[in-house]
């Protein structure tokens, strides 16, 4: 029976390239002798992508899956999702495969929230990341996604929020980055800043998370094994979605071949790290009747669960969240505010006025730095589109119909670029908006109080019982290191000719190819 599957499986995949060029090559006659099929509804207009038979909306997937150098696959659904009336649009794959997208605040908090277990992680999701996440608390619903937040919503408390700033963030700022900041505004040396800022994450997340040190930002920026092969994963498993039917990449993994074997190289790397981090702290555990910091991984290997493999789940997924979302959230931030003169102003006059305050209070009280953040993952979400999956009909709050099995994604990047939810002024980084001025401090003009929106209209943290369980942790960060690098450089973009930063997603959003800057010391 395994033969038969595994036969038909590489024969499908064998075939399905062909037919798939065959139909590029004859488009014109396909498309005249069958007329587009877009759905007729008061809903949409003419920039939802036209249906085919067979085919459906393969031509327009193709097109823009890699557009021009300033325009991406996410400006190309924002498009359509902002053209459509309520936010929400059917993509119909190949086969028959369909997709429902979403920006509509009402829908995001009906499947988060009001909805919650009609809409679990899909299934798609899940089997695309298992090579990677396995069972880790992004890749799980029910009792395994349960007991991983319960256990480490321990390490969110304000003891160790305060603990987290003033001794592991704190400490990486001034005796890591600051120093190799300072060397490159000396030297006037390009640096790679999405590098930096992601090796200053990795350290920080390795201490907090599982009490090591990996020590990845030393002044030689040594090459750390770990990450790279963190790297390929995450690319390689993350381009399985835009494969053209899963069985493609499904034969590469039985074959061993091409991007599939590069990608089993790299997550044998990254699980080697992760099972070699869980015996040292085991036998930290045995040797010591009682630790000094009950780190999270100290935590759930003291839960009871052994199973060498499930805590390896749990250790790669907080890597991912603590490494890769804080680190693409300042990039953006760094390169919008480089743009925007009179924020930088603000923030640098903010800091200023905080910088005699005890660290955890000054970063706590950074309103107008909160706001810039806030802002900056409004146009640049780190996490630029998520999904879940109907395992019940059911209707959107829109009116969309839902049939069961039905993969649905919310859309934050999107949603942050929508002039319904944002105004005429949306494309413009503007922190104001976040804010509004103190009535009882009318003789400080510059005092400021900060205004959120909920989250199902800015889903940046996720919503609902699935919220971002560091949220708070995350602000306090990358307040701390935007006060620490402000206070004494100035980030300048250095990009060739003229050219800007290109978004790329990979589970998470980065900069393609990195973040050239250069650091010039204040007066």
Not at 271 to 290: D, G, H, T, V, Y
Request: glycine residues 4%; aromatic residues 12%; hydrophobic residues 40%.
């Amino acid at each position: 029976m395994l033969d038969l599957e595994l036969s038909t499986t590489l024969l499908f995949s064998f075939l399905l390239p062909f037919l798939f060029l065959f139909i590029i090559k004859w488009s014109s006659i396909f498309t005249t002798l069958f007329p587009s099929k877009s759905p007729q509804n008061s809903t949409t207009t003419n920039k939802t992508p036209t249906s085919y038979p067979i085919v459906r909306s393969l031509f327009s997937i193709y097109t823009n899956r890699n557009r021009n150098r300033n325009r991406n696959r996410f400006d190309w659904m924002s498009e359509i999702l902002s053209s459509s009336l309520t936010s929400t649009f059917v993509l119909h794959r190949p086969l028959g495969r369909t997709r429902i997208f979403t920006a509509n605040p009402s829908n995001v908090e009906h499947i988060l929230k009001s909805h919650f277990h009609t809409y679990p992680k899909s299934d798609f999701f899940r089997m695309t990341q298992a090579d990677l996440l396995g069972d880790g608390i992004f890749n799980t619903n029910g009792e395994s996604w349960k007991f991983q937040r319960q256990v480490a919503s321990h390490e969110f408390n304000t003891k160790s929020l305060r603990k987290f700033v003033e001794q592991v963030v704190d400490t990486e700022l001034n005796d890591r980055l600051v120093p190799i900041l300072s060397a490159a505004a000396n030297s006037n040396t390009v640096l790679d800043l999405q590098d930096i800022l992601q090796r200053f994450a990795f350290d920080n997340v390795c201490a907090i998370a599982f009490g090591y040190d990996p020590a990845s930002l030393v002044p030689s920026l040594p090459q750390v094994e770990f990450m790279k092969s963190f790297e390929d994963a995450v690319r390689i498993s993350s381009q399985r979605f835009q494969s053209i039917h899963p069985l493609l990449w499904k034969a590469k993994r039985r074959l061993d071949v091409g991007s599939e074997k590069n990608l089993r190289i790299a997550v044998e790397g990254v699980r080697e790290f992760a099972k070699e981090l869980i015996k040292q702290k085991k036998q930290l555990l045995n040797e010591k009747s009682e630790l000094d910091s009950f780190d999270l991984l100290s935590r759930f290997l003291s839960s009871g669960h052994s199973d060498e493999n499930f805590v390896t789940d749990i250790v790669i997924s907080f890597i991912l969240a603590g490494r890769d979302t804080t680190s693409a959230a300042l990039i953006w931030f760094f390169w919008l505010v480089s743009k925007n003169p009179n924020a930088e102003g603000e923030i640098l006059r903010e800091i200023y006025e905080k910088s005699e305050s005890p660290i955890f209070e000054e970063v706590k009280d950074m309103v107008y730095t909160h706001a810039s953040l806030s802002e900056s993952m409004r146009l640049y979400p780190p996490v630029p589109v998520d999904g879940r999956q109907a395992i019940a009909d059911n209707v959107l709050p829109d009116g969309t119909f839902v049939k069961k099995g039905t993969p649905v994604a919310y859309h934050p990047y999107a949603m942050g670029r929508s002039e319904k939810i944002w105004g005429k002024d949306w494309a413009e980084f503007k922190p104001e908006r976040w804010l509004e001025r103190d009535d009882a401090a009318v003789a400080d003009q510059r005092k400021w109080n900060f205004v959120g929106r909920d989250p199902y209209t800015y889903p940046v943290f996720h919503a609902g019982p699935r919220v971002c369980l560091g949220r708070e942790m995350a602000f306090l960060q990358m307040k701390r290191v935007v006060a620490g690098v402000f206070r004494q450089f100035r980030v300048v973009p250095a990009f060739e000719d003229g050219k800007e930063p290109v978004f790329v997603s990979y589970l998470t959003s980065k900069m393609e190819g990195g973040f050239p800057v250069r650091i010039e010391e204040r007066a």
